[in-house]
């Protein structure tokens, strides 16, 4: 299996689009976006900061998100995903090699925006806050690879590209990676605090603040990952007996 | 247990083994009580018009598919046992292909999920590949894929090599070439179980022949024994002047009549005595030939025979 997710990433490396939107386009946004000064309203970090955590989740999530759902679709009906059966590659392989190949993406694309932030705009934290906004927002990014692999799954042909992208825009956009969720009017707000997205970036933030997390945002995690991977194995059990 | 498979596992397990195997889409019976064996060494050709079961048969094998009665087992085990312990190899005829990366790095790919691999150097050369290693996947002709296709399911010694229709999209010297790098697996010992429409293939290459047509096995022999099977013989000649159609019709062991003009050619099970009856009806015939049946024409005579049959 080392061997496949070897040749998956050695592709993903070689794919330039993939890689400019994946790992400098989340910097680029938030070189945009974070060129003001003051606070954010209600949360005692300053813009870039917040824009921050945002841009890295949001970073995260293309990475994990858009490289897979749409690759598993056009490798299940192509019939490679049939062709890697015929060998001793045990089922589950070809989703973790391409969950592993992804996360090993999604890696350099958190990274670069603390970089630029830490450079551009003088965020500054604590060694431990680096360290644990890297690990929970990778962490964290397991979670929309499993609705990545999903989706993959769910859709096929023409539908996987619109799929991906609405939950991907919708995901990003209502979750708050954009803009504040506060800005939002009350209705909208109601529905965003119960996103992953949300929840996510709500974890990072936590991290700045030198807060624990909300129990309701890693309960919210732990469900959705759950609600995802299950979907995922469902699918996949499904194409499975039907391919 | 039931006594069959008790009488199978005490002698040398088959290389495939078919019980009494079904598979139903919706209502169509794609695989309908198919039971047959493969021995060790043979080259079989699975013959069949399109939505004979061909493919389905060989997913059945593979796993790729589950049976929804009856048994199929490979080397005596389960299909997936039997991959995973490598001794299957096989190509299938929608076999995508990963893109983006280059046809030596997938080989190697292949070389490396096998647990008895060869060199993937030596896999590219014996596909004859070589010169094509550092190409992209997704920059081949067909015929380079399919090429690439072979060396995935000869990357490692496996003892079965199973091939569904693996010369579609070659040119014909694309096509012998590939032949003759079958027969060395071959050779070498191999059991290589091929599904194709093409039947010159199916009567050059296999030791072996099975028809298969909605899914049932019409008929399991060699070349020639399928061809005799068909109604053996071929005669045609020309008649002059008005044709006198009944009592040709008349004649014995015919299978088939087609008079065109002023030719008549007649398919018989027992040539020598149509022939002799032929010359009693006081006709002259001039141009006589007597011929065997090609694999293809025996092919398409017992399947609509076959059809005859159920309608």
């Not at chain 2, 280059?102 to 999920?113: I, N, Q, R, S």
């Not at chain 2, 179980?193 to 099975?210: G, M, P, Q």
Request: with cysteine; hydrophobic share 45%; charged share 20%.
């Amino acid at each position: 299996m080392n061997s496949l997710i070897k040749l998956e990433l050695t592709r993903a490396l070689r794919n330039r689009k993939f890689l400019f939107f994946s790992v400098i386009y989340p910097s680029v946004i938030f070189l945009l976006v974070s060129n003001q000064t003051g606070k954010v309203d209600g949360t005692g970090l300053s813009v870039s900061s917040y824009v921050m955590v945002s841009m890295a989740s949001f970073g995260a999530l293309t990475a994990v998100l858009m490289g897979n759902s749409e690759r598993i679709a056009k490798e299940r009906e192509s019939g490679w995903v049939r062709q890697l059966r015929l060998t001793t590659l045990p089922g589950r392989g070809y989703v973790l090699a391409k969950t592993a190949s992804a996360a090993v993406v999604s890696l350099p694309s958190i990274v670069v925006v603390f970089l630029v932030a830490a450079a551009v705009r003088g965020v500054r934290l604590d060694a431990w806050q680096w360290f644990a906004l890297t690990g929970a927002i990778w962490a964290g990014s397991l979670v929309f690879a499993a609705l990545g692999v999903a989706i993959g799954y769910l859709a096929s042909g023409d539908a996987v590209r619109p799929i991906t992208m609405i939950t991907y825009f919708g995901l990003s956009i209502l979750g708050g990676l954009w803009m504040p969720s506060s800005t939002f009017p009350q209705w909208l707000q109601d529905i965003a605090k119960w996103l992953p997205t949300h929840a996510y970036a709500a974890l990072g933030r936590a991290i700045e603040q030198s807060q624990s997390p909300e129990t309701k945002d890693l309960a919210l995690l732990v469900v959705y990952f759950a609600l995802f991977a299950g979907g995922a194995a469902w699918l996949y059990r499904k194409d499975t007996l039907k391919a | 247990m039931d006594p069959m498979t008790t009488t199978a596992t005490a002698t040398t397990a088959p290389v495939v083994g078919f019980d009494q195997v079904s598979k139903t889409y919706g209502t169509v019976r794609a695989v309908d009580g198919l039971t047959l064996a493969l021995h060790p060494g043979e080259t079989v050709a699975l013959l069949g018009p399109n939505g004979a079961g061909k493919s389905t048969t060989l997913d059945l094998l593979l796993g790729l598919k589950h049976a929804d009665s009856g048994t199929v087992r490979v080397f005596g085990t389960g299909p997936r046992e039997a991959i995973v312990a490598g001794r299957v190899g096989a190509m299938l005829q929608s076999g995508g292909l990963m893109d983006e990366v280059t046809v030596a790095e997938l080989v190697k790919l292949a070389c490396d999920l096998h647990p008895k691999p060869y060199k993937a150097k030596d896999v590219l050369a014996r596909a004859g590949i070589s010169q094509i290693a550092d190409r992209k996947v997704n920059k081949l002709s067909g015929g380079q894929a399919q090429r690439v296709r072979f060396a995935l399911a000869t990357a490692g010694d496996s003892d079965l090599i199973v091939l569904d229709e693996p010369t579609t999209g070659m040119d014909v010297s694309a096509r012998q070439a590939f032949w003759a790098t079958m027969r060395e697996q071959a050779d070498q010992g191999r059991t290589v179980l091929f599904a194709t429409h093409y039947l010159e293939e199916a009567d050059a290459i296999a030791d072996r022949v099975l028809v298969l047509h909605r899914g049932r096995l019409l008929a399991d022999g060699t070349a020639a024994e399928i061809k005799a099977k068909a109604g053996a013989r071929r005669v045609s000649f020309d008649l002059e002047g008005a044709i006198d159609e009944a009592p040709l019709r008349a004649l014995p062991f015919l299978t088939s009549v087609d008079i065109s003009g002023q030719t008549v050619r007649i398919q018989s099970s027992d040539a020598d005595a149509t022939v002799h009856a032929l010359y009693g009806l006081g006709v002259y015939p001039r141009n006589l030939e007597v011929a065997g049946l090609g694999l293809e024409q025996a092919f398409v005579a017992i399947t609509a025979a076959e059809e005859a049959k159920q309608s």
